[in-house]
């Protein structure tokens, strides 16, 4: 199916564990991104990357991780799960750097860190 | 540094009624403003952007959006709202996709 598609779409961890966030678009869109949203928040941009092998840090970076091998697909990576990261997770991409451009989101990722 | 502030957390309009959702930004220069929706499960949708010209932008869905400099403001209106516009919405300012910065969201409820 054309678009972008992230999973899983529920995610329940522990404290301490690693956890990945998958993300994949079929457009070959050069950019990527990742943001959280909380309540009172608002999304809030976490990484975000340009091209394969080029990601670049948000707004709010820290205890993520990221990578991209390949354009179609930008996981996120939780190192070490805090409860603090509970929240819902949104990939999106966008074509180019232009003015006018549009970004495309995921339908979300809920995680809960217990 | 850039921002945004939707200052109704949420609202309740009756089916049929008039919408009227506040945004007011802060950002250094021409801002490039953006509506999205988020229906409840669902990924965020764009309804409109302004990036210059005519202040009075029309959307997807029936949703339009004016433009005020001298009020820092991108206020979103639809004249009569349907019971399926029920959702989040997200004012954002930004230059371009990656740089968005989105405020806080108002959540719509629909009386029938």
């Known amino acids: 199916d054309a678009g972008i598609t992230q999973s899983p779409r529920y995610k329940i961890t522990e404290t301490g564990r690693q956890v990945t966030l998958m993300c994949h678009q079929t457009?070959?869109?050069?950019?990527m991104f990742w943001y959280r949203q909380d309540l009172g928040h608002g999304l809030r941009l976490i990484y975000y990357?340009?091209?394969?092998?080029?990601?670049d840090k948000g707004e709010v970076p820290d205890g993520y991780v990221v990578s991209r091998s390949k354009t179609e697909n930008f996981p996120l990576t939780l190192e070490s799960a805090t409860r603090s990261q509970t929240s819902v997770y949104f990939c999106?991409?966008?074509?180019?750097?232009?003015?006018?451009?549009?970004?495309?989101f995921g339908q979300g990722t809920r995680l809960t860190v217990v | 540094a850039q921002s945004v502030t939707q200052p109704d957390i949420h609202i309740t309009v009756s089916e049929g009624a008039s919408l009227e959702l506040r945004c007011n930004y802060s950002?250094?220069?021409?801002?490039?403003l953006f509506w999205y929706v988020q229906s409840p499960g669902q990924g965020l949708q764009l309804l409109l952007k302004?990036?210059?010209?005519?202040?009075l932008v029309q959307g997807i869905k029936g949703f339009e959006a004016e433009f005020k400099r001298s009020q820092s403001s991108f206020n979103l209106r639809k004249p009569s709202v349907h019971w399926s516009d029920a959702a989040e919405y997200f004012c954002?300012?930004?230059?371009?996709?990656?740089?968005?910065?989105f405020g806080q969201g108002t959540r719509l409820t629909i009386n029938p």
């Open positions: 954002a300012v930004g230059e371009g996709a990656q740089k968005l910065v």
């Open positions: 457009w070959s869109h050069s950019y």
């Open positions: 999106a991409s966008s074509e180019s750097t232009s003015m006018n451009t549009e970004a495309f």
């Open positions: 302004y990036f210059s010209g005519d202040t």
């Open positions: 950002y250094g220069a021409t801002p490039y």
């Open positions: 990357s340009a091209a394969a092998d080029i990601t």
